[in-house]
């Protein structure tokens, strides 16, 4: 029995600019499979070969599987849908599979626009991957389907979806088999090594209303870290892996544990270089912890800055955000770390002014990388329900952080493009002659020079946020812009959208909209048990979690809540959830799926 997975040849002028990353998925899955006696698995990643739809038909066929896997996120699912096409066409016979997290919501649009799909595989790959392989090789395949959970597909004109699977509880059991991969195209470009995307911890304890990953993963879930350095060193050793990303949405939240992978990094002395994406929050609650966290290894961190500042909540406490903000900035710097901060730009009610403070911000706080993304509105995201109408381009392929999906009402997109270049051409020209030249020396510098290099590279190559692929050339070309939106891609009916996963969630109030802060996520903690602190309620039930505050008095409409209609007033948001004497109480989190 043969598994063929295929990565679809998508690109986009984003975080690939950075070099080549190994698609992990491929190796959870490799890895779970081969665990069950299933070990004729065989990868093409024509992403990072640039493999085109010719030669891929080609290898299909000389290998003549008997299940297709192909991975999709949402902008890369028509290439996705087309690789399966193709498979079906050159080995009829094979059984097509589609997993990812734009299957998992989207399956009713995905199996009526692409029926050679044979199944959807909702949520985590290896448990279902395994049931449904061991189902193909023993024969029992279709039949079988109606009894593997986590599975969506059509029979007679219809679409049936199996309940859902449960999440992998055990995520020691899965051993990655990261030898599926072609190593040495893995390229990290800032330090010319190998890189890897290891998983410490699976899911996000919070829920915001414009993030799809708290969908996708349901649970928080967090490894051993003795076994995730176990798995690093011999990312290390086995494939001269030289640097690494955690791939995980929020590692430090439980701090215990990743003080613990911190120090088992010194023990064990592994000496590579990695990097995380992470909230604010955590930064100013780790501030003695930092140089800690330096010495294991930690050279990069991407803070979601300013996310909900520009999501316009209203309620936003700005001043002690903004502060907030700058303060987490400078500890990373002092601990000599390089900080990244991110702002999500361009929903409607953007306008020439709050890009220009952006810029300001990103001045003033003085990361050594800025980056600007395009508000990207997922379509099984909660904000993207309250948008509405307001959204009105559905051609997924541009869902991609890099293009204007929401057209401001002040401006078009080719101008919000145009005042996005100009914050990050302003931005990093003022680094490279101002501040990467005294970056000290050490790994520090190192890295912020192999940073403005790989920036230089994309540029140079056009790939640098696909301004090749629109014509842009600098503010004299934004006449000519061309986004190319597939016009005839349509929004989904609501209901074939499965959104609501969590149950008890009101939608996003003015409460929570003071509450959003750093990326996306609240001021919440959890404490060294892992136990989610009261503002973490929302996991449950967003709306407890607005109870509680209000109690607390900390949703920023005043103590004892003298709010009009349920909305809060305009004033700022006390920064804690302690005030009015309330103590932060351990709250039980679950995140029990209706639908995915
Ligand atoms: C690493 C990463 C990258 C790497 C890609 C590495 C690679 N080659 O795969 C880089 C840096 C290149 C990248 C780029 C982009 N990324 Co990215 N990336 C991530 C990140 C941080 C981790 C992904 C990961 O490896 N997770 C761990 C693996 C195990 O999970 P997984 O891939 O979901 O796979 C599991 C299941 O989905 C399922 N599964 C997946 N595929 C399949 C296939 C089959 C057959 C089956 C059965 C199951 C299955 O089983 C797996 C195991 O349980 C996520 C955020 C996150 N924390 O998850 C964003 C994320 C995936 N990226 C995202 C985006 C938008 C992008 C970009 C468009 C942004 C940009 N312009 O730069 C580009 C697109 C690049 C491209 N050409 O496809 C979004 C996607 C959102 C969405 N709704 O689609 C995410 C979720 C981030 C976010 N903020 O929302 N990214
Ligand atoms: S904190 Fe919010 S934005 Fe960040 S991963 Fe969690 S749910 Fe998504």
């Known amino acids: 029995m043969r598994v063929l997975f295929i990565h679809p040849n998508y690109h986009s002028g984003g975080a690939e600019i950075a070099g080549n ?24 990643d024509s992403m990072t070969h640039d493999i085109g739809d ?5 290898m299909i066929e000389e290998l003549q599987p008997d299940i297709v896997g192909v991975t999709a996120i ?84 219809k679409v049936i979806a199996t309940p859902a699977a449960p999440t992998v509880k055990n995520l020691e059991a899965i051993k990655a088999d990261w030898s599926i991969l072609d190593w040495p195209k893995y390229q990290y470009i800032p330090l010319g090594v190998r890189v890897a ?43 001269q892996v030289g640097f690494f990303i955690l791939a995980d949405e929020e590692p430090t939240i439980n701090r215990k544990k990743f003080v613990a992978f911190c120090e088992e990094l010194i023990k064990r002395d592994v000496g590579l270089l990695w990097g995380i994406n992470t909230r604010v929050t955590d930064i100013l609650r780790d501030e003695k912890l930092l140089p800690l966290y330096r010495k294991a290894g930690l050279i990069h961190v991407s803070l979601g800055t300013e996310a909900a ?14 502060a907030q903000n700058k303060k987490a900035v400078q500890l990373l710097r002092d601990a ?11 929903l409607e009610n953007e306008t020439a002014e709050t890009l220009e403070e952006t810029y300001r911000m990103a001045c003033d706080w003085k990361p050594d990388l800025a980056n600007w993304s395009m508000y990207t ?44 270049m100009n914050n990050y051409r302003r931005f990093y020209m003022k680094k490279a002659l101002f501040s990467y030249p005294f970056a000290g020396t050490g790994d520090r510098r190192k890295y912020l020079w192999g940073c403005l290099k790989a920036f230089l590279k994309a540029g140079f190559e056009r790939k640098f946020y696909d301004l090749g692929k629109v014509d842009y050339w600098g503010p004299q070309s934004k006449k000519k812009v061309h986004f190319n939106f597939d016009t005839t891609r349509q929004r989904a009916n609501d209901e074939d959208v499965e959104w609501q996963v969590t149950h008890n969630r009101k939608t996003n109030t003015m409460h929570e909209a003071a509450l959003a802060m750093a990326c996306g996520g609240g001021k919440e903690q959890m404490d060294d048990d892992g136990v989610p602190l009261m503002g973490a309620a929302m996991h449950g039930s967003k709306q407890q979690m607005a109870d509680h505050v209000h109690e607390a008095g900390a949703c920023g409409c ?13 004033g700022p948001p006390k920064t804690t959830f302690t005030v009015g004497g309330a103590k932060p109480q351990p709250i039980k989190v679950t995140h029990e799926s209706a639908g995915v």
């Open 21 to 44: 990353w190994p698609p992990a998925w491929v190796a959870y899955l490799a890895g779970a499979l081969k665990a069950n006696g299933i070990d004729d698995v065989h990868f093409i």
């Open 54 to 58: 010719d030669r891929l038909r080609e």
């Open 74 to 157: 949402t902008p890369s699912i028509y290439k996705a849908e087309n690789v399966l096409k193709m498979a079906k066409d050159v080995c009829p016979r094979a059984v097509t599979v589609l997993g990812g997290i734009h299957g998992t919501f989207m399956y009713r649009q995905v199996l009526s626009e692409a029926p050679y799909i044979d199944a959807i595989v909702r949520g985590e790959g290896e448990e279902i991957m395994v049931e449904l392989a061991k189902a193909v090789a023993e024969g029992r395949w279709p039949e079988a389907r109606a009894s593997i959970k986590g599975l969506a597909y059509v029979v007679d004109g």
């Open 197 to 239: 995307i290891p998983n410490m911890a699976r899911g996000c304890p919070f829920t915001c209303s414009f993030c799809s990953q708290w969908k996708f993963w349901r649970d928080y879930r967090i490894r051993d870290p003795k076994a995730v350095v176990d798995e690093i060193i011999e990312l290390r050793d086995k494939h």
């Open 309 to 322: 500042a520009q999501l316009k909540l209203d309620l936003f406490n700005k001043e002690t955000t903004v």
């Open 336 to 346: 000599g770390i390089v900080v990244e901060a991110q702002f999500i730009v361009g």
């Open 377 to 420: 509105p997922w379509p099984f995201s909660d904000l993207f329900k309250e948008l509405g109408d307001k959204v009105e381009v559905f051609d997924y392929e541009k869902y991609n952080f890099v293009t204007p999906i929401m057209k401001p009402d002040s401006m078009d997109r080719a101008e919000l493009l145009d005042r996005v």
């Open 558 to 570: 005043g103590s004892g809540c003298d709010c009009e209609d349920g909305k809060a007033k305009s």
